[in-house]
Structures are given as structure tokens and as C-alpha cells.
């Protein structure tokens, strides 16, 4: 197990409210297994727990992608606003609860668990705040599972015994610069705990039905799913020529859940055939190849010159390349500029050097 579910000790977490909604048989089914992460859920985790620990205090981690620093000081700005426009003179004063693990208890035994970004507390008025670091779709507040299911739990705490209202938001620069604020008192709180109440119970009853789908990306069990192997073959079957509108809006939604499957899958049997080359019967992980690249253009050009290969023009002109995002970092660190300022600073002076191409456009779904 790694330490996600030691610290979840492998019981329901909010975070995953929004898939046993979708799927209530998927947490008994995925109970003890690890998530297996394709290198790029790998580095959008590794990524985003930089920029929390950055947001929870600044002097325990530098960032060094200036892409990073720009999205974290972008949520503490916001996060600044949304704590004074919910508490006003009173915002310096704020009971602050991060990263701190809420639990749910039925009984004496823990049954469920959350884990707020940022939580902000004066008098019987808080703040759930959530940080979402990519560029990923994420249900508003007042359609968020997580929220609602997280106010419950702060709630029900040693920290909500004097609650009358709480605020949720999602922060996400890269998607919002303005989030949007949703309020639960009174009738709302209770309804926000009756459907946790309710979904604890459909999740924990071992007849519990599975429905595979776009939330398979995120589940434990992918692998091991009836359901989740049926939609594979049930793409591995599909003629899109022969279907209907209809038909291929649903094969294009299924599409997406495949391909989460399918990259867990190749995730899974590197990491086997890394430990084990014969593991896997009629496949085996090639030799790993090799990039060169240049690490001192200085050098290189100096030794070349002298050996009479190339002159300084045809260097500079057959020879170098360069990336506009790396001359982004690159002014940001010398000008010592934010990312944006960055950016615009170089639009600016190099726009007739700069060659825009059209990029295809991507399906999205609506």
C-alpha cells in the first residue's frame, strides 16, 4: 500500500466522493489496491503537492518552474480575496485548519475522511477552499461532491460545533480568475449530510452496481473491473462509420475512460516487466534508448570554430534554436519578472521573430 491509503486507511475519501456517485460498486471493489499512475498523472500529482506545500507556507519549498510559482501565487491572491470578501474586517483574525484530516465516525470506528486545502473559521461562519492546480474539468462549487461532502465533515468536527454557515470554492486559476462562491446553512447543511449519509451506505453494501465510464480514470480497480473490460470491448467492437449521432457522442464518451484504461494498463506492465522480464508472457520493455543533447553551446561553438567547421553566422543560423518557453524562464529569472510579465516582455520586443502556427483543435465535451 503507499502512504495515500495508509493515511485514508483504505476507507472512503472525499476525494473520491464524485466516483462512487458514478459507480457506487467501485470503493469495496478497489478496497487494497494502489492507484497505478501513468508518468502523466505522475506529474501533475508530483506538480500540484508542490504547489500545496508552497501554499501552505512559502518558505518550506522554493519553486522552481516559473509556471508553478505563477499558478501558486495566482491561488493565494485568490484565496486572499475570497477570505476577505467572506469575512471582511475580520479576515486577519481567522481560525486557519490546512491540510489537516477530518473524520467521520459511526459509532467509535472511522468511516469515511476528507482533507481540506484551506479552511477558514470566525465565529459560526467558514470557508472550505479547494486548489485545483491544472487545467482539468472540475464541477463548480455548488455541484461539487467533494465540497459538500468535506462542509460535512467540518461540520461534525471539534471545529464546527458553532458553525452556522460554510462556504465552498474551487480555486483553479487556470480555468477561473474569478471562483465562485457557494453558501450552506441551515436545510442545505443537513441535506449536504443526509447525501453523504446515503452514500456511505450504497458504497458499503457488497451489491452495490458498476458503471464504467469517464470516472474509471481515477479507480484502483480499472484493472480488474467486469465492467470496465466490457466498455474496452465493446470499443474494440464499434464501427464509428455505421453510428448514428447519438451513438457515437456515447462511443466518444466511453473513448475517454478507455483511454485512461489503457494507458494504466501499459503503466502497469512497465513496472512488472522492470522487476520481472519474463512476467508477462509474449512481452518484454525494449532497450532504453538515448537523447543527445548539447550542454555547452559556448563550448561547442568554440571548439568547432577553431577546427574551421563553422563560422559564428552559420552557427547561429543553422545551429541554434530557440525556445520561447525557455527565454520566458530565462527573462523571468534575469528581469526577475513574474511568468506573465515574462511573456508579455517578450511578445513585445520579439514579435517579428516570432512565428505563430495554428493548432488543430481538440474535441471537448460539452
Same mark, same amino acid.
Given at each position: 500500500?503507499?502512504?495515500?491509503?495508509?493515511?485514508?486507511?483504505?476507507?472512503? @475519501?472525499? @476525494? @473520491?466522493?464524485?466516483?462512487?456517485?458514478?459507480? /457506487?460498486?467501485?470503493?469495496?471493489?478497489?478496497?487494497?489496491?494502489? &492507484?497505478?499512475?501513468?508518468?502523466?498523472?505522475?506529474?501533475?500529482?508530483?506538480?500540484?503537492?508542490?504547489?500545496?506545500?508552497?501554499?501552505?507556507?512559502?518558505?518550506?519549498?522554493?519553486?522552481?518552474?516559473?509556471?508553478?510559482?505563477?499558478? +501558486?501565487?495566482?491561488?493565494?491572491?485568490?484565496?486572499?480575496?475570497?477570505?476577505?470578501?467572506?469575512?471582511?474586517?475580520? +479576515?486577519?483574525?481567522?481560525?486557519?485548519?490546512?491540510?489537516?484530516?477530518?473524520?467521520?465516525?459511526?459509532?467509535?470506528?472511522?468511516?469515511?475522511?476528507?482533507?481540506?486545502?484551506?479552511? @477558514?473559521?470566525?465565529?459560526?461562519?467558514?470557508?472550505?477552499?479547494?486548489?485545483?492546480? %491544472?487545467?482539468?474539468?472540475?464541477? &463548480?462549487?455548488?455541484? %461539487?461532491?467533494?465540497?459538500?461532502?468535506?462542509?460535512?465533515?467540518?461540520?461534525?468536527?471539534?471545529?464546527?460545533?458553532?458553525?452556522?454557515?460554510?462556504?465552498?470554492?474551487?480555486?483553479?486559476?487556470?480555468?477561473?480568475?474569478? /471562483?465562485?462562491?457557494? +453558501?450552506?446553512?441551515?436545510?442545505?447543511?443537513?441535506?449536504?449530510?443526509?447525501?453523504?449519509?446515503?452514500?456511505?451506505?450504497?458504497?458499503?453494501? /457488497?451489491?452495490?452496481?458498476?458503471?464504467?465510464?469517464?470516472?474509471?480514470?481515477?479507480?484502483?480497480?480499472?484493472?480488474?473491473?467486469?465492467?470496465?473490460?466490457?466498455?474496452?470491448?465493446?470499443?474494440?467492437?464499434?464501427? /464509428?462509420?455505421?453510428?448514428?449521432?447519438?451513438?457515437?457522442?456515447?462511443?466518444?464518451?466511453?473513448?475517454?475512460?478507455?483511454?485512461?484504461?489503457?494507458?494504466?494498463?501499459?503503466?502497469?506492465?512497465?513496472?512488472?516487466?522492470?522487476?520481472?522480464?519474463?512476467?508477462?508472457?509474449?512481452?518484454?520493455?525494449?532497450?532504453?534508448?538515448?537523447?543527445?543533447?548539447?550542454?555547452?553551446?559556448?563550448?561547442?561553438?568554440?571548439?568547432?570554430?577553431?577546427? %574551421?567547421?563553422?563560422?559564428?553566422?552559420?552557427?547561429?543560423?543553422?545551429?541554434?534554436?530557440?525556445?520561447?518557453?525557455?527565454?520566458?524562464?530565462?527573462?523571468?529569472?534575469?528581469?526577475?519578472?513574474?511568468? +506573465?510579465?515574462?511573456?508579455?516582455?517578450?511578445?513585445?520586443?520579439?514579435?517579428?521573430?516570432?512565428?505563430?502556427?495554428?493548432?488543430?483543435?481538440?474535441?471537448?465535451?460539452?
Amino acid at each position: 500500500m503507499n502512504n495515500q491509503i495508509d493515511e485514508r486507511q483504505d476507507l472512503p @475519501s472525499a @476525494s @473520491s466522493v464524485s466516483r462512487y456517485a458514478a459507480c /457506487p460498486g467501485s470503493y469495496l471493489l478497489s478496497c487494497g489496491i494502489t &492507484e497505478v499512475q501513468t508518468p502523466e498523472m505522475k506529474e501533475w500529482a508530483e506538480a500540484g503537492n508542490r504547489i500545496h506545500m508552497w501554499l501552505e507556507d512559502p518558505n518550506f519549498i522554493t519553486l522552481e518552474d516559473p509556471n508553478e510559482l505563477e499558478v +501558486a501565487e495566482a491561488c493565494a491572491a485568490q484565496r486572499s480575496e475570497l477570505v476577505q470578501r467572506i469575512f471582511g474586517e475580520n +479576515a486577519d483574525h481567522v481560525k486557519k485548519i490546512k491540510e489537516d484530516r477530518l473524520w467521520l465516525l459511526v459509532g467509535r470506528k472511522r468511516a469515511f475522511s476528507g482533507k481540506g486545502d484551506d479552511i @477558514s473559521i470566525y465565529g459560526d461562519t467558514a470557508l472550505i477552499i479547494d486548489f485545483k492546480t %491544472n487545467r482539468g474539468d472540475i464541477p &463548480e462549487s455548488p455541484k %461539487n461532491r467533494q465540497l459538500r461532502s468535506l462542509l460535512v465533515l467540518l461540520l461534525l468536527s471539534e471545529h464546527g460545533q458553532n458553525l452556522r454557515t460554510i462556504h465552498v470554492a474551487i480555486i483553479q486559476p487556470l480555468v477561473n480568475r474569478q /471562483p465562485l462562491i457557494c +453558501a450552506y446553512e441551515g436545510d442545505d447543511l443537513v441535506a449536504a449530510a443526509k447525501e453523504l449519509s446515503e452514500l456511505l451506505k450504497a458504497i458499503n453494501d /457488497p451489491a452495490a452496481p458498476r458503471f464504467a465510464g469517464e470516472q474509471c480514470k481515477f479507480c484502483p480497480a480499472k484493472f480488474k473491473c467486469p465492467e470496465a473490460k466490457a466498455l474496452l470491448d465493446a470499443m474494440a467492437q464499434a464501427d /464509428p462509420d455505421t453510428l448514428d449521432m447519438e451513438h457515437l457522442s456515447k462511443l466518444l464518451t466511453a473513448a475517454a475512460a478507455c483511454d485512461a484504461i489503457i494507458k494504466a494498463v501499459r503503466a502497469r506492465a512497465k513496472t512488472i516487466l522492470k522487476e520481472n522480464a519474463a512476467a508477462i508472457p509474449g512481452w518484454t520493455i525494449g532497450k532504453p534508448g538515448s537523447i543527445r543533447s548539447i550542454t555547452d553551446p559556448f563550448a561547442v561553438f568554440k571548439v568547432l570554430s577553431e577546427a %574551421n567547421m563553422l563560422t559564428r553566422d552559420q552557427f547561429l543560423t543553422d545551429c541554434v534554436s530557440v525556445g520561447i518557453g525557455d527565454l520566458e524562464k530565462a527573462i523571468a529569472k534575469s528581469q526577475k519578472l513574474k511568468p +506573465a510579465e515574462a511573456k508579455s516582455t517578450v511578445n513585445a520586443l520579439c514579435a517579428e521573430f516570432i512565428e505563430v502556427k495554428p493548432k488543430e483543435a481538440s474535441l471537448e465535451k460539452l
